[in-house]
């Protein structure tokens, strides 16, 4: 598992992220979204590659100063390591360095409804309703230390 920042990313790796990220949120799961969003080039980015060189496991986090909030967005996995421990590999990690990092800070992120039992097994609950976020149900979760 790689932590890099904007910077440290090499253009492959940029190109990988964006690819990965498209292929699951936009056209495997139907939802037309702003992906590139002007937030990349403020987070922490955490890549794993398989061993042909694929980028398999990617998330980012960033912190919002206004907010006092670490927000983890983007996590994603190719289909290819899906339920093999990789997203709650990727997920020790991260919570890990946002503690070690900006303790205190609070953790958030944005769910899909179809994925909060996973989160709820690593200490998130959600907060609010659900909504809809690029045509798929979403709802706010917050990391409970």
């Known amino acids: 598992m790689y932590l890099k920042t904007f910077e440290e990313l090499s253009k492959n790796e940029l190109y990988s992220l964006a690819q990965l990220?498209?292929?699951v949120f936009i056209v495997?799961?139907?939802?037309?979204?702003?992906?590139?969003?002007?937030?990349?080039?403020e987070?922490?980015?955490?890549?794993?590659?398989?061993?042909s060189g694929k980028l398999t496991v990617y998330a980012r986090?960033?912190?919002?100063?206004?907010?006092?909030?670490?927000?983890?967005e983007r996590v994603v996995l190719d289909k290819s390591v899906r339920g093999k421990g990789q997203g709650k590999r990727l997920m020790k990690l991260i919570l890990n360095d946002i503690n070690l990092n900006f303790s205190n800070a609070s953790i958030v992120l944005s769910a899909q409804l179809e994925v909060c039992s996973f989160y709820r097994s690593l200490g998130f609950v959600t907060q609010g309703e659900a909504y809809d976020d690029g045509?798929?149900?979403?709802?706010?979760m917050f990391y409970q230390q």
Do not use: P, T
């Open 61 to 72: 986090y960033r912190l919002v100063e206004s907010s006092n909030e670490v927000k983890i």
């Open 135 to 140: 045509g798929i149900e979403h709802i706010s």
């Open 43 to 51: 987070a922490i980015h955490y890549l794993d590659f398989d061993q």
């Open 21 to 23: 990220r498209q292929k």
């Open 28 to 41: 495997e799961q139907n939802s037309i979204y702003h992906d590139l969003d002007d937030y990349d080039q």
